[in-house]
């Protein structure tokens, strides 16, 4: 099924050399500076390659459209108890809820709100073309011992899109992610938040469950991860919230622990995103939710969200 002779290689490869080119051509014309990550465009390649093209243009070659989202708001000094060092800061930005649509000028620092990458042409895949292109999937060995495939949840026009590691029992009986305790949990910080669970999208690093809810290994983890690039690809969310190491260490190609991680902003392909503390964590630490709930705090003020009254 996968196209991943030579020449398909080649083709690839020829391609994202004249994306650098171009990129690095805008960047010494004083132009928007692009970044194409190429190693997921190549996975991409590998496991979907029907969905390859239309990937690659959304992620940032040479004819897509502008990407759409601002820079991230400022980052938050590190908690008390963390190091301050942080050699990955960002640099300030002011909060998206702050920019007024006329002070979005292209080449004043920030990234336009313009339409999503593709829209004009249509080219950006659909959730549904995702989840079709994963179709029975038995790409690693998850889908052996798995009973659904968990694919995600929610609205596939979300500005704000949750993503955590991988489904636990009852998220593989009912297909569906965030379910069990942790998604109890999951469900009433989306609440306080001032959303209802269909107002945003949910979904995991590796789409079946871990046997024994042991932690997904590096192979299940590619695998799968290029779906779930494409999933936000889809979706184009203004943030992000990764949920624990693994959603932000693989959606940021950081190995930094969530420790240092959480609370502060990235930017993940132009989305701004958030990492913070896993629902299940904080189950088992009830303590770190005031930590976790200033990291949500930060997300509303950026997307300009009141408190919901099911805090
Ligand atoms: N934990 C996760 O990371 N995802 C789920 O869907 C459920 C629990």
């Given at each position: 099924m996968t196209d991943d002779t030579p020449e398909a290689s080649q083709d690839l490869s020829a391609l994202l050399d004249d994306v650098r080119r171009h990129l690095l051509w805008q960047e010494e014309a004083a132009g928007r500076v692009l970044m194409i990550d190429a190693k997921a465009a190549l996975e991409l390649q590998r496991s979907a390659p029907s969905l390859r093209a239309r990937f690659a243009r959304t992620q940032g070659t040479a004819d897509a459209a502008p990407q759409p989202r601002p820079e991230a708001p400022p980052a938050r000094g590190p908690p008390p108890s963390t190091p301050a060092a942080r050699p990955e800061a960002p640099l300030p930005r002011p909060p998206l809820a702050s920019l007024a649509p006329a002070s979005r000028t292209p080449g004043a620092g920030m990234r336009v709100d313009a339409p999503p990458p593709g829209a004009a042409t249509g080219e950006r895949p659909t959730l549904d073309e995702v989840r079709r292109e994963l179709?029975?999937?038995?790409?690693?060995?998850?889908c052996s011992t798995r009973k659904n495939l968990v694919f995600g949840s929610g609205n596939p026009r979300a500005e704000l899109v949750f993503v955590g590691e991988g489904p636990g029992e009852h998220e593989d009986l009912q297909g569906v992610p965030f379910v069990g305790a942790a998604g109890d949990l999951l469900t009433k910080m989306i609440g306080a938040m001032g959303?209802?669970?269909?107002?945003v999208y949910i979904c995991n690093v590796v789409k079946c469950r871990p046997p024994g809810n042991r932690n997904p290994e590096p192979e299940e983890i590619a695998s799968c991860e290029p779906f779930l690039r494409a999933q936000l690809a889809a979706i184009q969310p203004k943030v992000v919230v990764a949920l624990g190491k693994f959603a932000a260490q693989t959606l940021l190609r950081d190995s930094t622990p969530i420790t240092r991680l959480r609370g502060n902003w990235r930017t993940y392909e132009g989305i701004q995103l958030m990492p913070t503390f896993h629902p299940a964590y904080l189950l088992r630490s009830p303590a770190e939710k005031r930590k976790a709930w200033e990291d949500l705090q930060a997300v509303m003020k950026a997307l300009g969200k009141q408190p919901g009254s099911r805090a």
């Open positions: 179709g029975d999937c038995q790409r690693c060995k998850l959303y209802r669970r269909d107002d």
